[in-house]
T-cell receptor, first 111, second 116 residues
Framework: EDQVTQSPEALRLQEGESSSLNCSYT??????LFWYRQDPGKGPEFLFT???AGEEKEKERLKATLTKKESFLHITAPKPEDSATYLC????????????FGKGTTLSVSS | GAVVSQHPSWVICKSGTSVKIECRSL??????MFWYRQFPKQSLMLMAT?????????EQGVEKDKFLINHASLTLSTLTVTSAHPEDSSFYIC????????????FGPGTRLTVT
């Protein structure tokens, strides 16, 4: 069964304090791993797609990496505006066209 | 690019009435659109998947007669909550996958439904 587990559930950082969010997955034939950001009361905002182990993507203070079992979202020198819930999702062969989502990591950055 | 809109952004209706929510891909054509439900502080729960011109595929436990989905074009899908009850109050979010793209889903801003 395809599964996505994110850790930690919640993370509190001081502004400028770098850290990483983890997304562990099991999937039959990974077609893509996706990171989204969701602000309260809004729909998820697409951040990255990773397709194969070793791949990395960057956007401003965020960097996503992928191995065969997990993905990390590294946040460098975060700012308060980076506070949000970060969702990880996978697309596998056997899930049809549906993404499998993790429960998310809620990040709070204080100044 | 890849913008998805939803209308309305919030709606209040009385128990027993029906509510229609529209989901539009504004700058791309979508082969597939998805409808999710999200409860407070919980992750997204997939309700159904729809392909243009085809009947929607509903997830287990989702009542297809209560949540009517129509995907009439490559840019528009609608979700109608029929005979709404207070327990249907929730945050409904749609997403779309582009015709010419990978497996990324682009999400709308969501619709907050409150049934009184």
């Amino acid at each position: 069964e395809d599964q996505v587990t994110q850790s930690p559930e919640a993370l509190r950082l001081q502004e400028g304090e770098s850290s990483s969010l983890n997304c562990s997955y099991t999937v039959s034939g990974l077609r893509g791993l996706f990171w989204y950001r969701q602000d309260p009361g809004k729909g998820p905002e697409f951040l990255f797609t990773l397709y194969s182990a070793g791949e990395e993507k960057e956007k401003e203070r965020l960097k996503a990496t992928l191995t065969k079992k997990e993905s990390f979202l590294h946040i460098t020198a975060p700012k308060p505006e980076d506070s949000a819930t970060y969702l990880c999702a996978v697309q596998g062969n056997q899930a049809g066209t549906a993404l499998i989502f993790g429960k998310g990591t809620t990040l709070s950055v204080s100044s | 690019g890849a913008v998805v809109s939803q209308h309305p952004s919030w709606v209040i209706c009385k128990s027993g009435t029906s509510v229609k929510i529209e989901c539009r891909s504004l700058d791309f054509q979508a082969t597939t659109m998805f409808w999710y439900r999200q409860f407070p502080k919980q992750s997204l729960m997939l309700m159904a998947t729809s392909n243009e011109g085809s009947k929607a595929t509903y997830e287990q436990g989702v009542e297809k007669d209560k949540f009517l989905i129509n995907h009439a074009s490559l840019t528009l899908s609608t979700l109608t909550v029929t005979s709404a009850h207070p327990e249907d109050s929730s945050f409904y979010i749609c997403s779309a996958r582009a015709v010419a793209g990978g497996y990324e889903q682009y999400f709308g801003p969501g619709t907050r439904l409150t049934v009184t």
